[in-house]
């Protein structure tokens, strides 16, 4: 067990619909990360928030928002629902800064998009 | 463009033999490389880890060697159990940053 809490874990929902898919990160740590791992591709980095503020942004579409709120949990939002966006998302968290450089990941949420 | 990559989608091996995963990077601004472990249904696990600045890091029965030069990472998993079985995947850290850049991941079968 990494510490880490993801609900929830499976959603399903059709498309052009609005979800939201919660992250606890682990006790102390300020950083969280978000990833998708789609069926074809490996984790892509989507976002990184550090104690309530976003610090770095891979390919995140403009359909999809996060934020972290000051209890430190995140919430990815992902909106106008498409095929596409079926995948597992992972949340990630970390002590912060480059002072660790270890990430540890929940379980993951998997989102089917119909 | 792919700047992680693991060749090798699958790797089958012996237990008790050494299973030796490769990954290969072409940014020369990441300093810092890490292997994770997944099992089915679960998030990665943290393996180990290696900095830019050491060629060899040891850990019990794993091992991640670094070749710089060769932008090149390995890691070793002596002896291999059958409970190793999962997919592995090498990620690395830009020295200008904390998000992790993951290679496509290898599959790795220990067979009893």
């Known amino acids: 067990d990494s510490g880490v809490t993801q609900t929830p874990k499976h959603l399903i929902t059709a498309t052009g619909q609005r979800v939201t898919l919660r992250c606890s990160p682990r006790s102390g740590d300020l950083s969280v990360y978000w990833y998708q791992q789609s069926l074809d591709q490996g984790l892509q980095f989507l976002i990184q928030y550090y104690n309530g503020e976003e610090r770095a942004k891979g390919n995140i579409l403009e359909r999809f928002s996060a934020q972290q709120f000051p209890d430190l949990h995140s919430e990815l939002n992902l909106s106008s629902l498409e095929l596409g966006d079926s995948a597992l998302y992972f949340c990630?968290?970390?002590?912060?800064?480059?002072?660790?450089?270890?990430?540890?990941f929940g379980p993951g949420t998997r989102l089917t998009v119909t | 463009d792919q700047q992680v990559k693991q060749n090798s989608p699958s790797l089958s091996v012996q237990e008790g033999r050494i299973s030796i995963l490769n990954c290969d990077y072409t940014n020369s601004m990441f300093d810092y490389f890490l292997w994770y472990k997944k099992y089915p249904a679960e998030g990665p696990t943290f393996l180990i880890s290696i900095s830019s600045i050491k060629d060899k890091n040891e850990d019990g029965r794993f091992t991640v060697f670094l070749n710089k030069s060769a932008k090149h990472l390995s890691l070793h998993i002596v002896p291999s159990q059958p409970g190793d079985s999962a997919v592995y995947f090498c990620?690395?850290?830009?020295?200008?940053?904390?998000?992790?850049?993951f290679g496509g991941g290898t599959r790795l079968m220990v067979k009893p």
């Open positions: 990620a690395a850290l830009h020295n200008a940053g904390n998000m992790l850049t």
């Open positions: 990630a968290s970390s002590v912060g800064g480059r002072s660790s450089y270890e990430q540890y």
